[in-house]
Nanobody
Framework: QVQLVESGGGLVQAGGSLRLSCAAS????????MAWFRQAPGKERTFVAD????????YYADSVKGRFTISRDNAKNTVNLQMNSLKPEDTAVYYC????????????????WGQGTQVTVSS
């Protein structure tokens, strides 16, 4: 089992920045690929970014490319999402997810999820 706890959400004006963090506990964190997803009200959960266990590979949704940066610290069992130049359409609940093995971009491939953290971007 892997337990994930997100933090860092909040209310920010358009153009501002937020840094989300996800703290993991349980199994060996470095064996797991990590990802961030988000879900806006009335919409499906969608992929935001992922990072391989070694940090050698990262991948972003087109909608956030160039504005968001995913990183991880295996020594601290954390994964972060730095979000810059935020837009109102980034408003959603952001979820951290983990899976054993290689990265994937679809929620169904992830076994472990955090409870989510709300990000609200005002215009």
């Amino acid at each position: 089992q892997v337990q994930l706890v997100e933090s860092g959400g909040g209310l920010v004006q358009a153009g501002g920045s937020l840094r989300l963090s996800c703290a993991a506990s349980g199994r060996t964190f470095s064996n797991y690929a990590m990802a961030w997803f988000r879900q806006a009200p009335g919409k499906e959960r969608t992929f935001v970014a992922d990072i391989s266990w070694s940090s050698n590979s990262t991948y972003y949704a087109d909608s956030v490319k160039g504005r968001f940066t995913i990183s991880r610290d295996n020594a601290k069992n954390t994964v972060n999402l730095q979000m810059n130049s935020l837009k109102p359409e980034d408003t959603a609940v952001y979820y951290c997810a983990a899976r054993y093995g290689v990265v994937k971009t679809t929620p169904v491939n992830y076994n472990y999820w955090g409870q989510g953290t709300q990000v609200t971007v005002s215009s």
